[in-house]
């Protein structure tokens, strides 16, 4: 949570008093919405600070450095992916990456319509991509989304908030096997999995919830500006697809414009400190024994 106490500075503390503050010059917002308490700050280095209650969700100045990491390494994992679908979002960040590619259709469900005016109108950061015809962004439940339709992905982001509190049903068993149901027959599904760090034991369980539905799971990680770093992905896949491995003529046409993610060092992703990469590889044999 952010400290209300100190309008110098945004902290957000993790568990066990970790904290990742900002300078800020001033308040923009501070709204009550539906579903959240969002505020909006002006900082010192790093542009506009946007904050769900309490959390940090990304910087102007270093937000590529979340949804590059989110978006690419899927994009190009799959062979040709056209139809995309994105849970959570409000920003903009992630349509604006996935629309880089020659898509026919990205569905954007974002729960709080809120977030997205306030993004269009302060932030800009999804460069125009809320118009592109392409898009269609539904603001409501997600979850409800993904059970209901009738639609086939041939990937699926969800860019959601911390995996505790509300957003843990996001990374429950059941809502990967609606995930997995609704991918194409070829399909990848990626997510972030909060702090390597400090939710270690979120990134397992998650780890160990898609180990029992998809076909193959990768974990993966990046150093996110504004979070506690490394941060955490899990990308769970359905049939024909690798997503250790990308298609770089592919890639090329998107290199120079990527700031954070590259593609030509894309093994460099599945680091993991020793002590986390022995428990996930032990949860994967057990799976697998079963």
């Not at 900002?22 to 969002?38: A, E, G, M, N, V």
């Not at 982001?157 to 843990?168: F, M, N, W």
């Not at 491995?245 to 993991?272: C, K, V």
Request: proline share 5%; hydrophobic share 40%; net charge negative.
């Amino acid at each position: 949570m952010g400290d209300p106490k100190d309008r110098d500075a945004f902290v957000e503390w993790y568990p066990g008093g970790y904290g990742v503050g900002f300078k800020i010059k001033r308040l923009i917002l501070d709204i009550q919405t539906k579903f959240q308490h969002l505020e909006l700050y002006e900082t010192v280095g790093f542009g506009k600070l946007l904050v769900l209650d309490g959390t940090v969700q990304l910087v102007e100045k270093g937000e590529e450095s979340y949804h590059e990491p989110l978006v690419h390494p899927a994009m190009l994992a799959h062979p040709d992916p056209k139809r995309v679908l994105i849970i959570g979002g409000g920003d903009g960040g992630a349509l604006r990456e996935v629309l880089r590619y020659p898509v026919e259709r990205v569905v954007m469900v974002e729960i709080d319509g809120d977030v997205i005016d306030v993004c269009r109108r302060h932030l800009g950061i999804d460069r125009g991509a809320f118009d592109d015809p392409r898009a269609e962004v539904i603001v409501g439940d997600g979850v409800e989304y993904l059970r209901n339709t009738e639609e086939r992905f041939d990937v699926i982001i969800v860019d959601s908030t911390d995996p505790v509190g509300p957003a843990k049903m996001l990374f429950s068993e059941g809502f990967f096997r609606d995930a997995f149901e609704k991918l194409s027959e070829n399909g990848v599904y990626v997510t972030q999995a909060g702090s390597v760090y400090l939710f270690t034991d979120e990134l397992v369980d998650a780890y160990r919830n898609m180990l029992g539905v998809f076909d193959d799971v990768a974990y993966f990680s990046f150093p996110v500006i504004g979070y506690a770093s490394p941060w955490a992905f899990l990308a769970g896949t359905k049939g024909e697809v690798d997503f250790r491995s990308i298609d770089l003529s592919r890639a090329e046409a998107l290199s120079a414009d990527l700031r954070y993610y590259d593609p030509r060092a894309h093994e460099t992703l599945f680091w993991m400190p020793a002590y986390i990469r022995r428990e996930l590889e032990r949860i994967k044999r057990e799976e697998t024994r079963d």
